[in-house]
């Protein structure tokens, strides 16, 4: 290869011919000055970065798993779990993949609250990031949605309750509850109405709202590059940056194979559970629960009386989450340092380790609650 | 890379990493492709073996030059009384292309609407594209109830 004239060398020029052919006439060279000028900054949070780029390489690895799920699964109260006990025994590496497609999911949602919480931490949803942190709440919304619905898709035990009193929450909101609660379970009750219901939402319509807000999050990460954390900015001093294209690529690259292997891991040794198949007139079994991420929501919905100042408790209790994920949503706007060389507060640095321990702590006892006492 | 070069050129550190990189790159893609082009075929389902079936409809229910279709486990087949009064039974599946065929009245044949194939009243294809005679089954009947099976 070093003499210039062996046939490697002939099949380099072929490559490079066709190579600039297809760059006259598409133009993508055009993004390689824009690769090449991007930096990104370095300082002692930058591990942070990354946590972003993990949640994105689990997406786009949910959405290659989930389109081959799609080849076996059959969407029907009669089939659904039928067509996943056949996956799992019959197909070959039928078990890796739903195991990679279930842990991907809870994985996705753990970086993203991760990214959430480092990203409230550094204060890097401060102007002009705003939209870039109202799509990442979005999102964190919408992966939510997508472990909710797609936890019934296997129609077992578990996730046949676990919706039951899942769609059930919004009915306690007055007036519009039970017309909301109906319209999930596309019925009164949830039955294979709901199943295909929360399949359309699961394969087709959450997808797609996911897609449309990673592009807009990831095209004005690239607009605006990396937050800089107040406490580096304040600190003054020169800066040190990287390279983006290919440094820190690359040790994007590193943080996505760590990804999937912890996700090969995981799915060979404990690979996912079917259960039981759902059976709606048998009695619900003792330890239902949601997923992780909705646990803390559950288990405080647990210890709320039946009334709170004459207002039902449960209405209590879902409207504070409301409120809560709203609030979550304009935080870039409420979070303004008061005057223009006023430093940013610590209010909103307490509140998010408030957060985090509240869901730590609810979600402990969640998973510790017995029932019986 | 002239021939023979590669085998005598030292082994620089960028080659040997190059060489590295490449296997554990290939090694990679190999873990990642192998279980998803495997997951891809479908595995063997063992067809439901089924070599007898009893027919929901009474003998009574059909008349002399008609032909019934039935399922025979996961596949069609077809029911003849000819005009002579004998019940017959075939595979339904066209030997052609798959489709599946009926019993003609007019004709007192079996013929494929697909692409006009014949076969006649001992599934032999008589005209048209079929390359092979119908799968013949035995026809039994047991107190007006029909048995078919295929012939061993």
């Known amino acids: 290869m070093t003499d210039g004239t062996g046939p490697g060398s002939r099949a380099r020029g072929a490559i490079g011919r066709f190579a600039s052919w297809l760059d006259d006439r598409i133009g ?22 990354y946590i972003g780029g993990m949640a994105l390489f689990l997406f786009l690895l949910q959405i290659a798993t989930g389109i081959l799920l799609l080849f076996y699964y059959r969407p029907s109260a009669e089939g659904a779990y039928e067509s996943i006990q056949f996956l799992m025994a019959e197909v070959e590496f039928g078990w890796l993949i739903r195991s990679i ?17 480092s990203v409230m931490l550094l204060k890097a949803y401060r102007a002009p990031r705003e939209i870039t942190w109202i799509t990442g709440v979005g999102l964190l919304f919408v992966s939510m949605g997508l472990g909710f619905t797609g936890y019934l898709l296997p129609w077992n035990e578990l996730s046949f309750f676990a919706t039951r009193v899942g769609t059930e929450i919004p009915g306690v909101v007055p007036v519009v509850g039970p017309f909301i609660r109906d319209v999930l379970r596309g019925g009164e009750d949830v039955s294979g109405a709901t199943l295909t219901r929360f399949y359309a939402l699961h394969v087709s319509v959450l997808p797609a709202l996911a897609f449309m807000l990673v592009a807009l999050h990831v095209l004005l990460v690239q ?57 709606p007139f048998a009695p619900a079994p003792a ?16 210890y709320l009386p039946a009334e709170i100042m004459g207002i039902e408790g449960e209405l209590v209790g879902v409207g504070a989450f409301g409120v809560v994920g709203i609030v979550l949503l304009f935080v870039p706007f409420l979070d303004k340092p008061k005057g223009p060389d006023a430093k940013p507060g610590k209010l909103w640095t307490w509140l998010t380790f408030g957060a985090l321990a509240y869901i730590l702590l609810f979600s402990y006892l969640g998973y510790t609650f017995d029932p019986n006492a | 890379m002239k021939d023979g070069d590669s085998s005598t050129k030292p082994v620089t550190r960028k080659r040997f990493v190059d060489w590295l990189l490449g296997t554990s790159a290939g090694g990679f893609l190999a873990a990642v492709f192998y279980p998803v082009a495997r997951y891809i ?68 044949h079996i013929w494929c609407a697909c692409h006009n194939g014949h076969f006649d009243l001992n599934g032999r294809n008589i005209a048209g594209p079929p390359p092979e005679p119908l799968q013949v089954f035995d026809v039994n009947e047991r107190g007006g109830q029909i048995v078919v099976s295929v012939r061993s």
């Open chain 1, 28 to 49: 993508l060279s055009a993004i390689m000055p824009v690769l090449r000028k991007k930096e990104v900054p370095v300082h002692r949070h930058s591990f942070w970065y």
């Open chain 1, 101 to 117: 497609h279930s842990w991907g999911a809870n994985l996705m949602i753990f970086m993203a609250f991760v990214h959430m919480f």
């Open chain 1, 223 to 279: 607009r605006h590059g990396m937050s800089v954390p107040p406490s580096i900015e304040a600190e003054g001093g020169p800066r040190r940056s990287m390279k983006f294209f290919p440094q820190f690529l690359l040790r994007d690259l590193v943080g996505w194979l760590a990804a999937l292997a912890m996700l090969a891991a995981a799915a060979a040794f404990f690979p996912a559970h079917l259960g039981e198949k759902a059976d």
């Open chain 1, 287 to 302: 330890g239902i629960q949601p997923e992780w991420y909705f646990m803390f929501m559950f288990q405080t919905l647990r």
């Open chain 2, 41 to 108: 075929v479908p595995p063997e389902v063992p067809e439901a073996s089924v070599n007898s079936v009893t027919l929901a409809f009474a003998a009574d229910d059909v008349p002399s030059n008609f032909g019934r279709i039935f399922k025979f486990g996961t596949r069609p087949g077809i029911l003849v009384r000819t005009p002579g009064g004998e019940l017959r039974a075939f595979s339904a599946r066209c030997t052609h292309l798959d489709c599946t065929v009926q019993y003609r009245e007019d004709l007192s």
